[in-house]
């Protein structure tokens, strides 16, 4: 897990950082991802009205309940490949 400012340093140079809305939870007693980002989007009402209506989770982790449906799971140790960025773009045209 990298903290925010690493992920600012780490998407800036590629002008996406303007769209990060924010980072998850750290629940304690909780180490369910999904059961973060479930809370990230009760806590952060704004996200709707930013009419977002598809999300995905891309993670190399499966502990996304109650979220399974939108994870595209990802090989650690090759990130985020071409056929992961086309089922991530497929979810988000979804309805």
Known sequence: MH???KLKEMFEPFGLFNHVLGVTPELQGDMVRGKEIAQWIEDNKNWQ???LKQ????DDDSDMEPHMDRLVKTIGTE???EEDAK???EMLNSD
């Open 55 to 58: 999300f995905v989770i891309i």
């Open 49 to 51: 009205r930013l009419n």
């Open 79 to 81: 990130g985020l490949t």
């Open 3 to 5: 903290p925010f400012p």
């Open 87 to 89: 089922k991530c773009i």
